[in-house]
Each structure stands twice: as C-alpha cells, then as structure tokens.
C-alpha cells in the first residue's frame, strides 16, 4: 500500500485520481483549498482544507507520505494573458513548496501535472526530448515548474515524473467542450478559432483524451521507478476543433453551424503529441475516442 498525497485532489481531475486511488487500496490523502463535494471518494480519504501556498500546510500534509501528485493549479491560457503575475506566483510556488517539503521530509516521488502549453506554437508531433516556446504565462509557469523539478533531482535527489497532458476533456472540465456545448445549447454558435490561407480557413487542431483515461496513466506512473522523466499525455492525433463543434451539435441533434474567427495570439494552431514515451514507460493506451467523449459530456449536461 502507497501513502499518496494528491495535491488539488478537488479538482477536475483530481478526483478522479483520488477515486481510483482509493480503489486501488492506497492510503490517500487530499489537500486543496476547495471543501470536497459529499462523495465516496471525500469521505474515504483523509482531506485537508488548506492552502497549498503556504509551505508549512504543505510540509505538515506530506509527513509520512511515499508519493506526491502535483495537480494544484491555475489553468486558463487566456485567463494567464489578464493575470500573469498571479499564474507565475500561484502554480511556481506551490509547486516549490512540494518540491522543498519532498527534499526536507525524504519523499519518495513528486508526480507534476504539466501542460502541452509548454510546446507552445511549435511544429508537432511534440517530443520530450524536443524544444519548448510557450506562448503564455499558464505554459511558462508550467515549464518553470518542470525545470525546478530538475534542479532538485540534479542537486537534491527528488525523484520526479512530469506528464505533460494534452488537451484534456469530459465531465465537469471547463474547457472548449463546455464552450461548445452550452452554446450549442442556447441556440448560439460555437465559436472555433484558426487562420485563412489562401481564402481557405484552417481552423485550430487539438489533442484530446478523456479525463478517466488521464487518471488512469497518472495512478500507472506512480508505479514506474524514474530519476526524472517527462512523459507526454495525448491521444497522438490531432482533431480539428470545428470537427469537435461539429460532434458536439449533431450530439445535441442541432443545426447550428460554428462561427470562424481569427486565433487568438497565445494559442498555437495545432498541436499534439508523440507518445511512444508513454506507451513503452507506463503502458498508456488512449481509451475513450472523441465522439464518446461528447455524448458522455452531454448527457452529464442535460442532469445538471
């Protein structure tokens, strides 16, 4: 049995970690600065309402624990561009505080929820071992975040694995899926962003997986034995956005047709992954294809 600490466990995909954590037999714990909804999941693992902000909530949660899973973050790369101050402090430094707590207690292992935001607009497929150029402060903050994880490995010996998730979709996410949706919903067209070439319109491309498959391959990377090792979390295909607002309203049985606009100047046109890294190290199969992943968001929409 594991002692793991989720970090953000309230969250979007927190929870779901937490769930099959806790089904999997570990002793978990949570700590988050959100109060848990009544769950099964909230009610099975020892949760802590705190800031992890704050060094000593921090240190005093990870006494005692094998493995931590960094999942606290802010997360929006348009929101990042309006408040890139309180981006770069809030994700830096909690991560920091992990990573000092890890070095003075002796944890085992620090898992890093990173982004494809740190690949910013350059040519895909994205590798590991490849260039970085984020296009905004959320994807700085998460490289930076990266790159102190490797200076206490190099220096203090604090095992670490970084996932860098693709663009991750499903219940509950507030992401371009909930965009299309309740738009879709209230008659009003989705918006989809890309470029005109040549009087032709290009519209963004995304890789995206399903939330219950990204808390999969996370509990399967607490179980490798790395120095330190960034693994790419995506699907390994690029879907056009406009192809996703298209499912999106054929699911919700509409007409409406989506509205082109220009891309926006943080956000690259297409992006995905390479994932031979994840499928040789953690054995990760993208499960869920994207037209299943809509009609599940959608039903989860029309109870709520």
């Known amino acids: 049995m594991l002692t793991v600490l989720v970090v953000g466990g309230a969250g979007f995909l927190g929870r779901r970690v937490v769930r ?49 899973v960094n999942l606290a ?94 663009n991750i979709l499903g219940e509950g996410g507030r992401n371009v899926l909930r965009e299309f949706v309740s738009r879709v919903a209230s008659g009003r067209p989705p918006i989809v962003r890309g470029v005109w070439r040549g009087g032709e319109f290009v519209p963004a491309s995304r890789d995206f997986i399903y939330v219950e498959d990204a808390a999969k391959v996370t509990i399967a990377s607490l179980k490798i034995s790395p120095g330190y090792e960034i693994i790419n979390i995506g699907s390994g295909e690029p879907r056009s956005v406009e192809e996703l607002a298209r499912i999106v309203a054929e699911e919700m049985g509409s007409d409406v047709q989506p509205e082109r606009r220009a891309l926006l100047p943080q956000e690259p046109l297409t992006s995905f992954a390479d994932i031979t890294k994840a499928k040789s190290l953690l054995g990760w199969r993208p499960e869920t294809p994207l037209r299943e992943i809509v009609k599940k968001y959608v039903v989860w929409f029309r109870r709520e």
């Open 73 to 166: 973050a802010l997360t929006s790369a348009p929101e990042s561009v309006e408040q890139p101050r309180t981006y770069l402090d809030d994700n830096v430094r909690i991560h920091m505080n992990v990573l000092e707590a890890a070095r003075r207690l002796g944890t085992g292992l620090v898992v890093l929820a990173s982004s494809a935001a740190v690949y910013g607009d350059l040519k895909p497929p994205h590798r590991e071992d490849g260039a970085v150029r984020p296009l905004n402060p959320y994807g700085v903050s998460k490289l930076a975040c990266e790159i102190l994880g490797d200076a206490y490995y190099r220096i203090y010996g604090v095992r670490g694995v970084v996932l860098r998730y693709f």
């Open 20 to 68: 099959r954590l806790l089904d999997a037999g570990e002793d978990v714990r949570v700590l988050d600065r959100v109060r848990p909804s009544v769950s099964e999941g909230a009610r099975r693992a020892g949760y802590v309402v705190a800031d992890a902000r704050a060094f000593d909530a921090v240190y005093s949660c990870m006494q005692g624990v094998e493995v931590v």
